[in-house]
């Protein structure tokens, strides 16, 4: 289903400020008074463009200095700054549109836009983003090429199935919200080696981290698809003691594993023997969860090609389906299908920052078009921002 809603009536009822932050009583009061709520239908409202903005991803996430960060990639973030395989930028504002980005880092050490390495062919790419005590956590891994259209062909390398292909995963910090970060991972040398935990997310509880629900008060929650971009097969979740997530060490963390008798997760080493806790063959890529406190609700905006077969709307069709589930781990259950032509939405991301109090309001950051087809070239690859509002019932 699709609406269109008019943004001057979104804004002035979402009812959205700072104060709306996850302090553990009113979690406890929401969870009491909505319990068992679920989301029946989703309606997207009229997308803005940041301002000055270029590049795709935009993670996001809710620092404690009370701004957004965000990561892009194959950007040039704010103003023209950068031309790079990934780049950290800063959001001031109190709602959108209103926004204003700032360019914090160029991250020119991971290369160019789009520049490999010769020694295995890939480039670096940003996924996940997370502040956790007023410290920002990155994900990062290796990808295949994206195609770039030079006398109009193709160039670059893909998998024959036109899946954009990724592995070896690894997590960096900053201590200065991204003036700087911890050394480059050397090739080889990753956090979680392999395809299998390649894009991790972290799960997103609200400003500096503070969350309650599902052991967040204790433990950092990451999810990721099976190796791909886009059209992956199946999600797996990791997570690690917040006081041992800057070590970066790749043994403090640990998968679900599989399920007890109360389909409870069961905790384990090894990524690479994870079980997966949601599957969509050919229809999970990229992305991230977030919790919506004010429904005591976990949503996975999911996002995919439809048509890969078809060479024409290969990639200027796209499609998101978005899940919920009671907890990180499932049970996923879909509540919302929309597609997109010609913009292409991808990368869905939900800042918390701009989730309202009783949590059927919110934003999206998605990015499009990002072969540059659209008139005037390129304007949809950038960040975009889409109002949401979610209609609501008890199960």
């Known amino acids: 289903m699709r609406t269109t809603l008019n943004r001057r009536a979104f804004l002035s009822s979402t009812g959205i400020s700072a104060a709306a932050v996850t302090l553990a009583a009113q979690h406890s009061r929401a969870s009491a008074a909505n319990a068992k709520m679920r989301i029946r239908a989703a309606h997207l409202g009229e997308p803005v463009r940041c301002a000055k903005s270029s590049g795709d991803l935009w993670a996001a996430t809710w620092a404690d200095d009370g701004d957004l960060y965000v990561a892009s990639d194959d950007t040039s973030a704010f103003d023209g700054a950068c031309s790079s395989n990934l780049a950290v930028s800063r959001l001031a504002g109190d709602l959108p549109p209103d926004l204003r980005g700032v360019t914090v880092n160029c991250m020119k050490e991971y290369g160019g836009g789009s520049e490999t390495r010769r020694e295995d062919g890939g480039m670096w790419k940003a996924c996940g983003l997370t502040c956790i005590n007023g410290m920002l956590y990155m994900s990062i891994s290796r990808q295949l090429t994206c195609p770039t259209e030079p006398g109009g062909k193709w160039e670059g390398r893909w998998s024959p199935f036109w899946i954009q292909e990724t592995w070896d995963a690894s997590i960096i910090k900053s201590t200065d919200h991204g003036k700087t970060w911890s050394a480059m991972p050397r090739l080889g040398h990753a956090t979680f080696p392999g395809r299998t935990f390649s894009t991790p997310f972290f799960v997103q509880y609200g400003r500096d981290g503070q969350g309650v629900k599902d052991g967040a008060d204790r433990y950092v929650y990451a999810v990721s698809n099976d190796g791909a971009w886009n059209n992956g097969n199946w999600m797996t979740l990791g997570r690690v003691r917040k006081d041992r997530i800057g070590r970066l060490e790749p043994t403090d963390w640990e998968f679900v594993r599989g399920y007890d008798d109360k389909e409870q997760p069961i905790w384990g080493p090894d990524h690479d023997n994870a079980l997966y806790v949601f599957r969509a063959p050919g229809r999970a890529s ?110």
């Not at 990639?315 to 589930?325: G, I, L, M, N």
């Open 286 to 395: 990229m992305t991230g969860i977030h919790y919506i406190q004010g429904l005591d609700l976990y949503v996975l905006p999911q996002w995919h090609y439809p048509y890969l077969d078809d060479p024409v709307r290969r990639f200027k069709h796209s499609r998101f389906e978005f899940y919920q589930a009671p907890a990180p781990w499932g049970p996923w259950t879909l509540f919302h299908t929309q597609d997109f032509e010609p913009q292409s939405w991808y990368n869905p991301c939900i800042p918390g920052k701009f989730i309202s109090s009783d949590g059927k309001r919110f934003w999206l950051f998605v990015a499009g078009d990002f072969l540059g087809a659209a008139k005037p070239a390129r304007t949809y690859y950038a960040l975009w921002m889409v109002p949401v509002v979610l209609e609501v019932g008890r199960a």
